[in-house]
C-alpha cells in the first residue's frame, strides 16, 4: 500500500545505521587509543554528531518534513531557532530524567549530560526532523493510535526502541562482575545505540508485514 | 464450596507461612548447644573436665589430668590449601620441603575434610570451636562479630598460653582482645596475592626468635586470591606454593634451633580451611573444595619411612586434638574425635585418658542435644569402654604388668575409638547439613497453594469476587485417596531410608497425616480446577484482553523482579531494582496524565472519548484547571521525592559506603538542622493525617506528637528550643510510654467507630473514618519508632499517598488491581528508602527498647518487626482504607486487593525458595542468600496478617450490603 513509502524508509534507514557504523570506525582509524570503553565520550559524541548531521542531512532530502506555509527567511530562522531550543531543552528533560534514576547528582554530570544529549540527537531530533518544532503534533503522534502517516509509526517504533534500549542498558550495573562496559554511562549509552539500531531495522520491516492493516484516519 | 476472594487469598496465604517454615526449618538446621552454650555459662561452669565418675573412687591417682604433650604450637593455615597441592602428584615441585618432611619426618599427614559452607569464616569457626556452625548462628548474634561460644582460643587464652596472630582480620574479628599480639590484612582487594602475604610474613622473623608466645597463629590469603583470579590451574599458583614452602621451612628450622633438652616438643600444624574448585572459587560441596591437606609436623611423632597414603580425618577433629595436646579442656560444642596419631606415642594410660576425656565431652553434648541419647549405639559403646577402662585402671594401679593387661588395654583402646566415632558422626548428622526431605516437602506445599492461587484468577478477579473450589468432589473422588496412600507411602520410605535425621520425619504422625492429607486433596483441586473450567466457559475467550503499557510495565516488571533474585548482586542491590521500576512506574503514570489531560483539552470529544469532557462539564472551569495542573504535577513531584529519600539513606553493599544526607544529619554539629527538619516533618503528619480524623483522634494524634518530639529530645537526637545543655540524656521511657497511651487510644476509637459501623449503623461514613483512625495510630506509632532522620521518609509517604488518591488513582480510574500493584511497589521501595537492605545487619534492633526499661521478647521483636517493615505495612493499611473508602467503586475492589496482594507476595517468595534451594552450595549462600530468605519469610507472614485484616473489613462490608 505505501511500497515507496516503506521503501523510502528502510534507505534512509540504512543510511543512518551506516553513519552509526562509520561514526564508530572512522574515529578507531583516525584518531590514536580510540576505543568504545576507554575513549567513550569520544565515541558517544561522534555518535550523536554522525547521527544528527545525516538525519538532518536525509530528511531535509526526503522532504517529509511538514510543508510550512510561509517561505520568509525571517519564519525558516525562527523554526531553526525554536528547533535548536527544542533540541537543548530536550536534553536538560533527558538530564533530569536520568538524574532522577538515580545518576549521581554533580559528580560525573558532563557524562549524564553526554547520556542525554544522545538520547535527544536519537528521539527529539527525528521528532524534530519528522514533524517539526510543533509540540501538538509530537503529543498527538505519542497519544493512543495518534499516527496519521506510515512516517508517524516508524517515528513511533524508532523512539520507543531508544529509550527501552537505554532503560535496559541500565540493567548491569549493580552487578559486580567489574567489567569496563558496567562503568556509568557506558551501558546505558550503547544500550540506547543498539536500541536505535534495532528499531531502524524493526521500523521497515514492522511495517510492510503490517501494511494490510494499517490504515489512517486523518490521512 | 464458594469462597469469597478476600478468605481465599489469606487461607493461601497463612499454609504458604506454614509451608515455608517447614522449608526454613529444613533450610536451617537447629544449631547444637550444650547447655553451657555461652561462654559467660562456661566460667561458671566446670572449668576443669569432669573426672572420671566410676573410677575417682578406686584411686584419686586417676582422676589427674596428662601432662600436655607440645609446649609451643605453631598453625600456619593456608587459605584454600587443597590437599593435591601437598600430596597430589605435583606436591614435589610445588612445595618440595613440606613433602620431604612427610615423608621422611617425623610427622603425620592426613586429608582433613571440611564441611560445606566451605567459606572462610565458617571454617575458621569450625576450626576453633570444633562444632559445624549454621547460619542460624550468625542470625543470633546479630550485631557482636565477636564468637561466643566456647571455643579453643579462649580456653588457651584462659589457661595462660600467650597468643601471636598474624593473616587475615577475620580472626581479629572473632576474637577480640585474645591475642597478644596481631596484625590483621583485609581481603578486600582479591586482586592482590602479594601484599598480603607480605604483610603477614614480615613479623616472621621477629617473632621467631622470640620466646614470649606459646601458639603462633598464621593465615595466608594469597593462594585464594589466586584461586579467585585464575583458577587452581595457573601459572601463579607454583610460585605462591614455593613461598608458603620456605615460609614452612623457615618456621620449622626455627622451632628446631630453639628445641631444649628435656622440655616439651613444639608442634607445626600445617592446615587449610577449605579447597578450592576447578574454576578457582569455594563455598560448594564438590571434593575438590571440601579435601584440605593437614600435616602435623613435631619431633614427638616417629620418622616416617615413606610416602603412605594420607588417612582421612574430618577438619573438626583437629579442635580436640589440639586441645589435648596444650592442656585445654575441649571445648563443649566440638564434634571431633582425637586423631589417634598424635597420641600414639604416649603411655597407654595416658592414652586411654586423652580418649575418656574426648568421649566424656562427647557423651555430655550428645545428652544435651539429643532427647532419646541413651539409644544411640555411640553412649552406649562409650558406657562400656568406660567401664572397662576402670577395670583396666583398677588392675593397672594394682601393679599388674602382664602381657594380658596390655591386651586388655589395646582392647579398652578400640572400644573407646569405635564409641568416639559412633557419637561424633550421630552428633554431625545432626549439624550443617541441609534438611532436603523437609524442604522439598515445603516446597511442594507453596507450589501447590501458588498454583491453585494462579489458576483462581479470573474467578478472583472477577466482578463477583469469590472463587469456587471443588473441594467436595475433590475429597470424595478415588484420585484423592490414591494419592494419599502414595504420599503416605512415599513418606515412610524416605523416614525409613534417611541417614541424617529430618525434622519432617519426627513430626507426630496426626501432623504428617493431615500434610498428606492436605497436600493430595490440594493436587486433586489443582487438576480439578482448569478442566471445570475448559468446559462452560469456552465462550468468554481472551479476545477483548487488551493491556496497556501500564499494564506491561507493572506485569514485566513483577515478573522481571522475581527473576533478579537468581543474582546474588541483585539480591544485594534490591533497592535499586525497586527504585527504577519504581521512577519507570512514575513515568509511566505520568504519561498516562498527559495522555488524559491534553487529548481531552485538544478535541472536545472529537475521537474516541466523547463523554469525558461534558462528565467534567458542572465543575467550574477553574477548579478543573488548577485540579489538571495539580494531576500533572503529581508524577513529577513524586520522582523528585523518590530522589530525595534515595539520598537519604545509602545501603546495599557496592555503594553503601558513600556518604549520604543521614549521616549528614546525624552528626553532632548539624544537630539544629535535623531538630528543624523533625519539627517540619511531625507538623505536616499531622497536617496530612488530621483530615479525616474525629476530633477525640485529633486531639490525641496532636498530644502524640509532641510526645514523640519531645522522646527524640530526651533521647538525645534533637534539641528542644527551651532547654540547654545540662541535662544528661535519659531514656526517655516516660516519653513514649505517654506516646503509647495515645496511640492505644487512638486505636481504640477507630475499633469503636468500625465496630459501631458494623453493627450498630450501617453507615460507610462512619467506616471509613474508623479505618482511618487505626491507619492513623499506626502512622503514630512509626513516628515513634522511626530514627529522627527517617521522618522525611514517612512525611513523604503520607505526602504520596494524599496526592496520589487524590489526582491519581481516584482520576484515572485505575481498577483495584493496578491500584494494589502500584502500592505495593511504593511499599517496597519504602521499606529501601527507610534505610534497610537484604543483610541481617541494617535491622535496627535499638527499636525493640522504645518505651521499656529492660529487654523484654514478645515486644521487643514486636516493635522491631513493625519499625523495619514499616514501608510496606503503611502502603498496604493506605490500599485498604482506600479501596474501602472509595464511594463510586464496586464492592468487590477489597476483595481484589487482597487476592492481588496475596498474588504478588506469594510469586517471589515461592520462587525464591526454589531458587535457594538450587543455590545451596553458592559461594554467597551465606552471607547473600539467607537472609534475604529470613526477610521473604518474615514479609510473607506480615502480608498474611494485613490480608487478615483485609478479610474483616470486608466481612463488615458484606453485611452492610445486605
Known amino acids: 500500500m505505501w511500497d515507496h513509502e516503506i521503501r523510502a524508509m528502510a534507505s534512509t534507514h540504512a543510511i543512518i545505521a551506516a553513519s552509526v557504523f562509520m561514526a564508530t570506525v572512522l574515529p578507531a582509524a583516525l584518531v590514536r587509543g580510540f576505543s568504545v570503553y576507554g575513549t567513550h565520550m569520544l565515541w558517544l559524541y561522534s555518535v550523536s554528531g554522525a547521527v544528527t548531521g545525516v538525519s538532518v542531512a536525509v530528511f531535509w532530502l526526503l522532504g517529509i518534513t511538514p510543508p510550512t506555509k510561509k517561505h520568509t527567511v525571517g519564519y525558516k530562522l525562527s523554526r531553526l531557532f525554536r528547533s535548536c531550543l527544542y533540541f537543548f531543552l530536550s536534553c536538560l528533560f533527558f538530564h533530569t530524567v536520568v538524574v532522577l534514576y538515580g545518576a549521581p547528582l554533580i559528580e560525573s554530570a558532563l557524562d549524564t549530560f553526554s547520556l542525554a544529549v544522545l538520547l535527544t540527537s536519537l528521539t527529539t531530533l527525528r521528532c524534530l526532523c519528522v514533524l517539526g518544532p510543533n509540540v501538538q503534533a509530537w503529543i498527538r503522534v505519542f497519544s493512543r493510535h495518534g499516527a496519521m502517516s506510515v512516517w508517524d509509526t516508524c517515528l513511533q517504533i524508532t523512539v520507543a526502541c531508544t529509550l527501552v534500549g537505554a532503560w535496559v542498558g541500565a540493567f548491569p550495573i549493580p552487578l559486580d562482575w567489574d567489567r569496563p562496559w558496567q562503568v556509568w554511562p557506558i551501558s546505558c549509552s550503547l544500550g540506547a545505540t543498539i536500541g536505535f539500531l534495532t528499531g531502524l531495522v524493526a521500523a521497515p520491516a514492522w511495517i510492510h508485514y503490517h501494511r494490510k492493516q494499517l490504515t489512517y484516519k486523518c490521512k | ?394 588392675l593397672f594401679l594394682d601393679g599388674n604388668t602382664s602381657e594380658v593387661l596390655t591386651n586388655m588395654g589395646k582392647k579398652v583402646l578400640k572400644q573407646y575409638l569405635e564409641a568416639l566415632a559412633a557419637m561424633s558422626s550421630a552428633l554431625s548428622k545432626q549439624l550443617g547439613k541441609y534438611d532436603m526431605y523437609s524442604m522439598v516437602a515445603g516446597t511442594v506445599f507453596v507450589f501447590q497453594l501458588l498454583l491453585v492461587l494462579l489458576l483462581a484468577m479470573p474467578e478472583a478477579l472477577s466482578g463477583e469476587a469469590s472463587v469456587d473450589l471443588p473441594v467436595l468432589s475433590a475429597l470424595l473422588s478415588l484420585p484423592f485417596y490414591l494419592l494419599c496412600l502414595l504420599l503416605a507411602s512415599v513418606h515412610v520410605l524416605v523416614c525409613t531410608s534417611a541417614e541424617s535425621s529430618c525434622y519432617f520425619c519426627s513430626l507426630s504422625w496426626g501432623l504428617v497425616f493431615a500434610a498428606v492429607a492436605f497436600s493430595s486433596a490440594m493436587f486433586c483441586i489443582l487438576v480439578s480446577m482448569p478442566v471445570r473450567r475448559n468446559s462452560p466457559l469456552r465462550s468468554g475467550g481472551g479476545s477483548e484482553w487488551s493491556l496497556s503499557e501500564l499494564d506491561v510495565l507493572l506485569l514485566a516488571g513483577t515478573v522481571g523482579h522475581t527473576l533478579s533474585l537468581a543474582a546474588s548482586s541483585f539480591v544485594e542491590e534490591e533497592h535499586q531494582t525497586w527504585y527504577f521500576l519504581l521512577n519507570t512506574l512514575c513515568l509511566a503514570v505520568f504519561q498516562d496524565v498527559c495522555r488524559k489531560y491534553f487529548r481531552e483539552q485538544r478535541g472536545h470529544g472529537d475521537e474516541e472519548e466523547p463523554i469525558l469532557p461534558s462528565k467534567d462539564g458542572h465543575h467550574p472551569k477553574a477548579e478543573v484547571c488548577s485540579e489538571k495542573w495539580l494531576a500533572l504535577a503529581t508524577p513529577p513531584f513524586t520522582l523528585v521525592c523518590c530522589r530525595l529519600l534515595r539520598s537519604l539513606n545509602q545501603t546495599g553493599v557496592q555503594w553503601a559506603h558513600l556518604p549520604d544526607v543521614g549521616h549528614w544529619l546525624n552528626s553532632s554539629e548539624h544537630r539544629t538542622v535535623l531538630s528543624l527538619l523533625a519539627a517540619f516533618c511531625l507538623v505536616l503528619i499531622y497536617l496530612l493525617v488530621q483530615r479525616r480524623c474525629s476530633c477525640v483522634s485529633k486531639v490525641a494524634l496532636a498530644l502524640g506528637l509532641l510526645g514523640v518530639y519531645s522522646y527524640r529530645a530526651a533521647v538525645g537526637n534533637v534539641l528542644f528550643p527551651w532547654q540547654h545543655s545540662g541535662r544528661t540524656t535519659s531514656k526517655g521511657t516516660v516519653e513514649a510510654r505517654f506516646v503509647y497511651v495515645f496511640i492505644l487510644g487512638i486505636f481504640f476509637t477507630g475499633t469503636k467507630d468500625l465496630l459501631r459501623s458494623q453493627i450498630v449503623t450501617a453507615d460507610a461514613k462512619l467506616k471509613s473514618r474508623g479505618l482511618w483512625e487505626i491507619y492513623s495510630g499506626l502512622v503514630l506509632l512509626v513516628t515513634l519508632l522511626f530514627r529522627a532522620h527517617n521522618l522525611p521518609v514517612l512525611c513523604c509517604c503520607l505526602l504520596i499517598q494524599t496526592l496520589m488518591a487524590q489526582f491519581i488513582w481516584k482520576k484515572l480510574h485505575y481498577d483495584a488491581a493496578q491500584t494494589t500493584i502500584m502500592h505495593y511497589w511504593f511499599g517496597q521501595a519504602f521499606f529501601y528508602f527507610q534505610g534497610n537492605s537484604n543483610n541481617v545487619a541494617t535491622v535496627d534492633i535499638s527499636v525493640g527498647f522504645v518505651g521499656l526499661e529492660s529487654y523484654v521478647e514478645a515486644p521487643a521483636i514486636f516493635l522491631t518487626a513493625l519499625s523495619t517493615y514499616a514501608g510496606p505495612l503503611l502502603w498496604a493499611c493506605h490500599l485498604v482504607c482506600f479501596l474501602s473508602s472509595q464511594r463510586g467503586r464496586s464492592p468487590v475492589a477489597v476483595g481484589h486487593g487482597c487476592y492481588c496482594l496475596a498474588l504478588l507476595r506469594s510469586v517471589p517468595a515461592a520462587a525464591y525458595i526454589v531458587l535457594v534451594t538450587a543455590l545451596r552450595y553458592h559461594l554467597f549462600i551465606w552471607s547473600v542468600f539467607s537472609p534475604k530468605l529470613l526477610y521473604e519469610s518474615m514479609h510473607l507472614l506480615l502480608t498474611a496478617g494485613v490480608c487478615l485484616f483485609f478479610n474483616t473489613m470486608e466481612q463488615s462490608q458484606s453485611p452492610s450490603k445486605s
Open chain 2, 1 to 394: 464450596m464458594k469462597v469469597r476472594s478476600s478468605v481465599f487469598a489469606s487461607f493461601i496465604l497463612i499454609c504458604e507461612v506454614i509451608g515455608v517454615a517447614l522449608f526454613l526449618r529444613g533450610f536451617f538446621p537447629v544449631p547444637l548447644k550444650s547447655s553451657f552454650s555461652s561462654k559467660i555459662s562456661v566460667k561458671t561452669g566446670p572449668k576443669n573436665p569432669p573426672l572420671l565418675p566410676l573410677i575417682t573412687g578406686s584411686s584419686p591417682n586417676s582422676s589427674r589430668l596428662p601432662e600436655p604433650l607440645f609446649k609451643r604450637v605453631v598453625i600456619m593455615l593456608v587459605d584454600a590449601l587443597r590437599d593435591d597441592f601437598v600430596f597430589g602428584a605435583n606436591g614435589r615441585r610445588n612445595m618440595p620441603y613440606t613433602r620431604h618432611l612427610v615423608e621422611r619426618g617425623s610427622s603425620h599427614s592426613y586429608v582433613a575434610k571440611a564441611r560445606p559452607p566451605t567459606v572462610t569464616m565458617p571454617r575458621i569457626k569450625a576450626l576453633t570451636t570444633g562444632s559445624i556452625p549454621g547460619f542460624i548462628d550468625v542470625v543470633m548474634n546479630l550485631n557482636s562479630p565477636a564468637l561466643l561460644e566456647d571455643n579453643l582460643v579462649w580456653q588457651a587464652k584462659t589457661a595462660g598460653k600467650r597468643m601471636v596472630f598474624y593473616g587475615d582480620d577475620t580472626w581479629v574479628r572473632l576474637f577480640p582482645k585474645h591475642f597478644m599480639e596481631h596484625d590483621g590484612t583485609t581481603s578486600f582487594f582479591v586482586s592482590d596475592y602479594t601484599e598480603v602475604d607480605n604483610n603477614v610474613t614480615r613479623h616472621l622473623d621477629s617473632t621467631l626468635k622470640r620466646d614470649d608466645w606459646d601458639i603462633l597463629i598464621l593465615h595466608y590469603l594469597g593462594l585464594d586470591h589466586i584461586g579467585h583470579i585464575s583458577g587452581p590451574h595457573s601459572s601463579l599458583i607454583q610460585p605462591k606454593l614455593l613461598e608458603m614452602d620456605d615460609i614452612l621451612k623457615k618456621i620449622h628450622s626455627a622451632l628446631i634451633s630453639k628445641e631444649a633438652e628435656g622440655s616439651l616438643p613444639y608442634l607445626l600444624v600445617l592446615c587449610g580451611d577449605h579447597g578450592m574448585s576447578e574454576t578457582g572459587s569455594h563455598g560448594g560441596s564438590s571434593e575438590a573444595e571440601v579435601n584440605t591437606p593437614l600435616v602435623l609436623i613435631s619431633p614427638a611423632f616417629k620418622r616416617k619411612v615413606g610416602m603412605e597414603k594420607p588417612g582421612v580425618v574430618e577438619q573438626v577433629d583437629l579442635t580436640p586434638t589440639l586441645a589435648l595436646g596444650l592442656g585445654l579442656p575441649i571445648s563443649q560444642n566440638s564434634v571431633g574425635r582425637v586423631i589417634p596419631g598424635v597420641i600414639e606415642e604416649t603411655s597407654l594410660r595416658d592414652q586411654l585418658r586423652f580418649l575418656h576425656l574426648n568421649g566424656h565431652q562427647l557423651s555430655c553434648l550428645l545428652k544435651d542435644s539429643t532427647p532419646d541419647y541413651e539409644k544411640e549405639a555411640g553412649f552406649e559403646q562409650f558406657r562400656v569402654a568406660e567401664r572397662a577402662h576402670g577395670i583396666w585402671m583398677k
